[in-house]
């Protein structure tokens, strides 16, 4: 009886040890994700990764990429410097949802790239961008809301046998922009 017991004990030390690599892999994307987009700008969101602008012109401030409070499961923005974007074509990056796996795209020039684990089968990724005129054009004197993006991700533990687990996680991101 005690050899059945340690032998349940290890499996279920095994399955909690699978499940927290899983959720420390989706973790890291989410925390990757909202670091590069709080000191970006020129946030856009659409139904279609086709649709998203690849340069950094291509984005008129703001007249053509507008809040986008139904959420959509495309988005992309300039990255602030070009620490990541270096040699790409454009400071442009984009995530979008690509069947089970979030995917990364940095400036015009690359490819989309998974930034979760296979493991990890996600189900639904929106953006939902609110405020996305920047401060600096909005006129002196008037109220200041800094852009926010509030990223919704679920999902479930892939490949590990014997658990089914779901999960659900929010976050909001509010521009950080550099006062020089």
Do not use: H
Not at 4 to 24: R, S, W
Not at 52 to 76: I, M, R, W
């Amino acid at each position: 009886m005690a050899v059945g017991t340690l032998l349940v004990l290890i499996d279920a030390n095994g399955k909690a040890q699978n499940m927290q690599l899983v959720m420390t892999n989706v973790s890291f994307a989410l925390d990757s994700m909202t670091r590069e987009i709080r000191t970006g700008y020129k946030y856009e969101c659409k139904n279609d990764d086709d649709d998203l602008s690849k340069t950094n012109a291509d984005v008129t401030p703001y007249v053509d990429t507008p809040n986008c409070s139904g959420g959509q499961e495309n988005f992309a923005f300039t990255e602030s410097d070009d620490s990541l974007t270096s040699g790409k074509g454009s400071q442009r990056i984009a995530y979008k949802l690509e069947g089970t796996e979030i995917q990364r795209r940095l400036g015009n020039n690359g490819s989309w790239q998974a930034i979760t684990a296979p493991e990890v089968t996600i189900d639904t990724l929106e953006f939902i961008v609110t405020d996305a005129k920047p401060y600096y054009d909005t006129p002196v004197g008037n109220d200041v809301k800094s852009p926010t993006v509030t990223i919704f991700i679920s999902g479930s533990a892939g490949d590990i046998d014997g658990l089914d687990t779901t999960f659900n996680l929010q976050t909001t991101v509010t521009q950080n922009s550099i006062d020089l």
